[in-house]
């Protein structure tokens, strides 16, 4: 482990030693520290007392390399870890906005203490020079909002109804185990947050981040990008809670299904009128004759308007489109599938 003693006695002067600990400090030397945890060149390091521990992953040891994608306020790049050549993601950013500040500490707590096999692994963060690096697995198969645009560039149609609901089930277990084990709301559930390997694994990333943007961005097509698969109560302004994750896997399982984002209003500018359609109109249905009548159904629950008549993530596990693909029914290798998306990606050109 490399740990820094100045980080160390920097940490423990500022959180154990001062009668009111600061809500947040960026110190001369390039360190952020807030609460419980401390955040510089040499990583992160939660602090206990006087103990500090950390990963040791160094900013000089990554080279960066191509952007992955761009999320509604960070840069996704892909970066490799010269020493172990490991390839990696890295989230880098701007933390100088207060709202990003807390939520990307909000994550960074929940990251740092996971060890749950489908949430994406977090490696480590890093601060330098006004930028948070969060360094993350590399999910080579990129997410489902890439998966959605290749398929839509070249022409291969919508996900089928047996991908989508091996698709559904990993992102359930994900969210139950959220909801039930950390009590956590995901809040920015969309298909750009759901990350798939060539091992064939389907993981959750972002919980607790981005999805409150600052209100300088309010018109813009990021801002629209991030409130599109929100639920009607929270877009309402009103408590939103478990239920608001179930409603944005809903929306996200319609747009896989028919290969576009369900609202009509969804034209990258228009945002009170999406806003307006999601509170007022009708919830999204999958049409008849085209799907089976579970799929349907397990739609129609996840898009109640009342967020209490949304089952839970347990409930959901259970309805039988989950059961119905289950692996014991219906086996399939997701490993080749997510290996034919990548091919797929590869060959061709993506619009920045
Ligand atoms: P947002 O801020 O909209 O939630 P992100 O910044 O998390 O989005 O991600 C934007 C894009 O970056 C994703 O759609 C995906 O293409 C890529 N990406 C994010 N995390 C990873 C990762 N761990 N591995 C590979 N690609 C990633």
């Known amino acids: 482990m490399d740990c820094d003693l100045s980080v160390a006695l920097e940490a423990s002067a500022s959180i154990g030693m001062s009668m009111e600990p600061p809500s947040f400090t960026l110190s001369q030397s390039g360190t952020f520290v807030k609460e419980d945890f401390v955040i510089n060149r040499q990583g992160i390091a939660a602090v206990n007392g006087n103990e500090v521990t950390g990963l040791g992953l160094r900013l000089a040891d990554l080279e960066m390399l191509e952007v992955l994608g761009k999320g509604a306020s960070s840069l996704v790049r892909k970066a490799r870890h010269k020493p172990s050549q490991t390839d990696l993601a890295v989230k880098i950013i701007n933390v100088f906005d207060k709202s990003k500040r807390d939520q990307l500490l909000r994550e960074l707590r ?23 690096f969060i360094v993350l697995e590399y999910m080579e198969g990129g997410s489902l909002a890439d998966v959605l645009s290749a398929a839509r560039l070249t022409g291969s149609g919508p996900l089928s109804e047996l991908v989508i609901a091996k698709v559904a089930g990993r992102v359930l277990a994900s969210l139950d185990y959220l909801h039930r084990e ?8 969309k298909p750009g947050n759901i990350l798939l390997n060539s091992r064939g694994d389907i993981k959750i990333s972002d919980f607790g981040l981005s999805a409150e943007l600052d209100s300088t961005k309010e ?23 478990f ?6 896997l809903g929306i996200t399982l319609v747009e896989c299904a028919l290969g576009q984002y369900p609202y009509t209003a969804y034209t990258g500018s228009n945002y009170f009128v999406l806003l307006s359609q999601i509170i007022n109109d009708a919830p999204p249905q999958l049409p008849t004759g085209t799907f089976s009548a579970e799929f349907r159904d397990f739609i129609s629950e996840c898009l109640y308007k009342e967020p209490e008549w949304r089952p839970s993530a347990q409930q959901m596990l ?19 599938y997510i290996r034919r998306i990548i091919e797929m990606r590869s060959s061709i050109t993506m619009p920045p």
Do not use: N
């Not at 950390?182 to 559930?189: A, F, K, N, P």
């Not at 239920?243 to 944005?248: E, F, H, K, L, V």
């Open 110 to 132: 929940t990251l740092y203490s996971s060890a749950f096999p489908w949430l994406v692994t977090f490696h480590d963060c890093l601060y330098d020079d006004g930028a948070m």
């Open 182 to 189: 950390r009590h956590q709301v995901h809040r920015d559930m």
């Open 219 to 241: 018109m813009c097509a990021t801002f629209i990008g991030t409130h599109a698969y929100m639920s009607p109560e929270r877009l309402g302004g009103k408590p939103y809670s």
């Open 243 to 248: 239920a608001s994750d179930i409603w944005s």
């Open 318 to 336: 259970l309805h039988p489109f989950i059961c119905m693909h289950d692996d014991s029914c219906r086996p399939f290798d997701m490993a080749a």
